[in-house]
């Protein structure tokens, strides 16, 4: 008999785990289709997925290495307007696709190069930023009370400053480079994602399968990290898309002012600020590192305001 | 009603305040190095470095120190700039003007374009009108202040010179151009120092007001000229966050019952769409309005350097690099103060906007 009757709570614990692999599953499928059918997230995702492919295979896309002068190698001047051999360059030139820089380098082999950084950027700064304000948003909610008060409101007084000038000034007393710029925009986002997860900690406290889980004894650490954060992830995986659009943007804006990257590291903010001077007489030289800062900003952004329209549950008519 | 909010709202204010002056102290205590050798130079001998800390109370214990830090901001006295060897409040009634007229004018082309945009988007909802403006909307909200800037420099300063449409690519105004303050031309007689005369000087440096307050039509005409280009490179973020807002915010009203109701008692469209729409519609505009101060003021620094203005943006820049911690001390607070209470105007509108919040 207890052979092939299960006993009455195995049953129930089956039913339940079938019904959240149904309801995962299907929350992921829905969003998928819901991101496929964007024009713009499928935009997004397209050139996200081409800068990657761009990134890890630099060193054999890119006609030079970035960081060689080509003095006495090619017959090329500094600041040379591009050359391409389909566009009427002459071949007995050498090809240079986005032209040569101030210091007679390949722009285009820098550019591409560039790409590892900035995506480098993006995920790096992000990821630090979530780590932290997950911790300090969760902690928040789920505590209350004194440790509550004190984490938002040291994040209130770091949202109180521009992001750019509180970057700005941590980079000032660190001092300029580029893992210091780094760690002044990771620090600066962290509000927003301590924000984000403590309002959804906050919501998901209260429910039932958190009171079942402290019933049953779980411990705190099992509570919040195991039954609390994956059910906040949602935003979390919006916001995040989000911020690695603007850490880039960031980032290269501190590279600009020269306080990020230094020379002759090929990164797209400094190749910009290196040569914004002779944006009258070189133009190419400002023009393409600010397209693909860009390019690449705008592919996170597209990506981000999908996912948050493919995870609104308001939306849920949209793909039925 | 709507005292006892603005009052409640200045009350919650003051402990961001306090919290903003804690991290800026805090900053230019962390600054690697010796206070006194970085303002007196690396020869400076112990005993005039032992005065010079006593005389600048940093031989007392930090709380007591961050209580004279207080007391001197709240005297208005940020310490001097050694780099300019001037007070650091004289540099701020010098600068900051060009920064908050830069912050003003991106602000109202943001809005005079973005709104209008956004509602029409809504109203022709899937048109070829509403798909090119998301397009640029989304490009816009992507955009590098500093390349967009440099490139409109490129466009309008050398592709359209000697066309009507050339812009100047650097300065507030052209060389030789009449900028005598209001006060002068009023025959005001302003007192040796203090505020009475650091406001009047900050005004007449706010060169529209002072075009207008004075009746000097060439110098608003070329100050406009002057400020379009780095409006409009500041205002780009601002304004396509600003279009997509009233978009989604117009879509999600137009769909509402007392839309379709007024509509259907015979209220004429444009009414419908300012009166009973808009003005609904109004309250994710304004908070959008106010997250994208902190982009324009962060901005308005790399705006500054491309444009050559010297405003707040130029001279923190330049302090960075010469360690001239004063200024980066001083600057900061003052802009950070002036964040607080643009966001503090943004949460009484919205207040004003909608009675059920200030009834909350």
Redesign the interface.
């Known amino acids: 008999m207890s052979d092939t009757t299960p006993s009455a709570p195995s049953q129930i614990a089956a039913l339940d785990a079938e019904a959240l692999s149904l309801e995962s599953v299907s929350l992921w499928r829905i969003t998928w289709k819901r991101l496929f059918r964007r024009k713009s997230s499928l935009v997004g995702m397209g050139i996200i997925l081409l800068l990657v492919f761009i990134a890890i295979m630099a060193p054999w896309l890119a006609p030079y290495d970035p960081l060689q002068v080509l003095i006495g190698i090619e017959d090329v001047k500094m600041r040379q307007a591009p050359c391409i051999h389909l566009l009427g360059c002459p071949p007995d030139q050498p090809q240079h696709l986005m032209g040569i820089d101030g210091n007679v380098r390949d722009q285009f082999s820098r550019l591409l190069y560039g790409t590892r950084l900035s995506l480098m950027v993006g995920f790096s700064t992000v990821t630090f930023a979530i780590v932290i304000g997950t911790v300090l948003g969760a902690l928040g909610g789920y505590f209350g009370g004194w440790l509550d008060n004190a984490i938002m409101r040291v994040m209130d007084v770091l949202l109180a400053f521009p992001s750019l000038l509180l970057a700005i000034a941590i980079v000032t007393v660190l001092g300029p480079g580029l893992i210091n710029a780094l760690l002044a925009i990771g620090i600066v986002s962290i509000p927003a994602y301590a924000r984000v997860v403590r309002a959804s900690v906050l919501s998901i406290r209260e429910m039932d399968y958190v009171s079942a889980s402290r019933a049953l004894g779980g411990s705190t650490a099992h509570i919040l990290f195991g039954r609390i954060l994956p059910n906040a992830l949602t935003p979390l995986i919006v916001q995040g898309t989000l911020g690695i659009a603007t850490a880039i943007l960031d980032a290269a804006a501190l590279s600009f002012l020269g306080l990020g990257a230094q020379p002759p590291t090929p990164e797209w903010g400094s190749m910009l600020g290196a040569e914004r001077n002779q944006v009258f007489t070189a133009p190419h030289l400002v023009f393409f590192p600010g397209f693909a800062i860009m390019l690449t900003v705008l592919a996170f952004n597209l990506l981000g305001d999908g996912l948050r329209d493919a995870l609104d549950p308001r939306l849920a008519h949209v793909s039925k | 009603m709507m005292l006892q909010y603005i009052l409640r709202r200045l009350l919650a204010s003051i ?2 305040l306090i ?2 002056l ?3 102290f805090a ?1 230019a205590r ?3 190095g010796d206070p006194c050798r970085a303002l007196l130079g690396e020869k400076a001998t112990k005993e005039t470095c032992d005065r010079f800390l006593r005389e600048k109370g940093l031989d007392r214990p930090i709380p007591e120190q961050f209580a004279i830090y207080l007391r001197d901001v709240a005297r208005g006295d940020f310490g001097n700039s050694i780099r300019f060897s001037q007070p650091v409040t004289r540099l701020l009634v010098e600068r900051l003007p060009t920064t908050v007229e830069l912050s003003f004018a991106a602000l109202f082309v943001s809005i005079l374009v973005g709104v209008p945009l956004g509602i029409i988007s809504a109203i022709r909802h899937n048109s070829w009108i509403d798909v090119l403006t998301m397009v640029w909307a ?2 816009g ?8 800037g ?2 409109l ?2 466009v309008f ?2 592709l359209l010179k000697d066309t009507p449409f050339w812009l100047p690519p650097s300065g507030r105004v052209s060389a030789g151009m009449d900028t005598t303050p209001f006060y002068t031309v009023w025959n005001l007689t302003l007192p040796e120092s203090g505020l009475g005369r650091a406001l009047p000087e900050f005004l007449s440096r706010l060169n529209i007001l002072n075009a207008l307050l004075t009746g000097n039509g060439a110098l608003l005409r070329d100050s406009l000229r002057h400020l379009t280009l780095p409006a409009l490179a500041l205002g780009t973020i601002p304004m396509a966050l600003i279009a997509r807002m009233t978009r989604s915010s117009m879509l999600e009203v137009l769909g509402q019952d007392y839309i379709r109701t007024a509509r259907a008692k015979g209220v004429r469209y444009r009414e419908v769409i300012l009166r009973h729409a808009f003005r609904n519609a109004l309250l994710p505009i304004v908070t959008v309005l106010g997250l994208s ?7 308005a ?2 705006t500054e ?2 444009f050559g203005l010297s405003g707040v943006g130029r001279i ?2 330049d302090a ?2 010469a ?1 001239d911690y004063a200024v ?1 001390q001083g600057f ?1 607070v003052v ?2 103060i002036f ?2 209470v643009l ?1 503090l105007i943004v949460d009484i509108s919205y207040a004003y906007i909608d009675p059920r919040i200030r009834l909350n």
């Open positions: 402990p961001v919290g903003i804690l991290v800026t900053l962390m600054i690697p989304n490009i909200v992507s955009m590098p202040v500093f390349w967009l440099l490139m420099a490129y300063s050398l101060l902190g982009t324009l003021l962060g901005g620094v790399l350097t491309i923190l820049y960075i690099t360690r980066v900061t802009i950070a964040f607080v966001n």
